[in-house]
């Protein structure tokens, strides 16, 4: 980030007529000083990789959350259920890959980039906000599908920069949750944070038929996040192995939920958590998205 020295150091070089910066050099400036009164959070429900080359309600939706992002994020950064690791690591490659980390799927979907820039030194600086664990820098990773699917409607320019902060899979849902909250500073420095995953995952139970009825208990489980949301009854959620038998076939594994968890620990005490979409894929796959603030 550039600070007020370096910007009016900036500003004083240039000439009447522009000699020395392109306009478009100038905006970038701009956008790197400027602070946001607060950029909003968001929770994505991403469901199957194949989203990313549909046209449907879902995508067009998502398009419509990109778009209703009043100001464009300096950065994004996403919590992925596809990126799990021992111990907390954030990406700080300058040109992330294009990952595609599934199998069994068209060679159209293989053949998907998401060719946006990386954001080292705000991947260092993330690392640095974090004090209640140590954060490995990692170059080697790029953008899983949980990243790219969604960014690709959302930012289909791609052209604002993306990092990832992996989940540690071995720490409970209230070790995320307060890690989440170590992220709020981002928010007032223009980067959108979103966690990708979803609230009911079961795999073992799911269609192939994209217009599968809902199970009973994915709909049950569904709601009873949605009301617990709205009453702020976070607790109940992390630890939702307490929430009876339809958690526990919507969450036969936390690595899905776990983004959840970030975007609840993302928001204000008074801050409303608007619910953006809800849908039931496959059977068995919640798509219930949320935005926290404006």
């Not at 111990?87 to 992330?96: C, D, K, Q």
């Not at 820098?137 to 949980?146: F, K, N």
């Not at 009873?224 to 009453?231: A, D, G, I, M």
Request: charged fraction near 20%.
């Amino acid at each position: 980030m550039m600070n007020r020295k370096d910007f009016l150091a900036a500003m004083a070089i240039l000439p009447v007529g522009g000699l020395y910066m392109q306009l478009q050099e100038l905006g970038k400036i701009t956008r790197d000083y400027q602070r946001t009164t607060l950029m909003p959070a968001m929770f994505i429900g991403h469901g199957s990789p194949m989203n990313a080359l549909y046209d449907n309600a879902f995508t067009r939706r998502l398009k419509e959350m990109g778009e209703s992002v009043k100001q464009l994020p300096n950065a994004i950064l996403v919590v992925s259920a596809h990126w799990l690791t021992r111990g907390t690591h954030v990406l700080t490659s300058a040109r992330p890959a294009t990952i595609h980390d599934f199998g069994g799927f068209p060679q159209a979907l293989h053949e998907v980039q998401y060719p946006a820039p990386g954001a080292p030194e705000l991947a260092r600086e993330t690392a640095k906000l974090i004090k209640s664990t140590q954060v490995v820098e990692d170059d080697q990773w790029g953008l899983d599908h949980g990243t790219w699917t969604v960014l690709k409607h959302m930012y289909p320019e791609a052209n604002i920069p993306v990092f990832q902060l992996s989940i540690d899979y071995y720490k409970p849902p209230a070790y995320h949750y307060q890690l989440a909250q170590e992220l709020k500073e981002l928010r007032k420095r223009g980067v959108l944070i979103v966690g990708s995953g979803n609230i009911v995952h079961n795999l073992r139970k799911i269609s192939f038929n994209d217009n599968a009825a809902p199970f009973d208990w994915a709909l049950e489980f569904d709601a009873t996040v949605k009301n617990k949301v709205e009453q702020r009854a976070f607790d109940d959620l992390l630890h939702y192995e307490r929430l009876g038998e339809a958690a526990k076939l919507s969450i036969p594994t936390p690595d899905h939920y776990f983004p959840f968890i970030y975007g609840l620990g993302l928001a204000g005490v008074d801050e409303e958590i608007r619910f953006t979409y809800e849908e039931i894929q496959n059977g068995s796959i919640s798509m219930r998205c949320f935005q926290v603030g404006e």
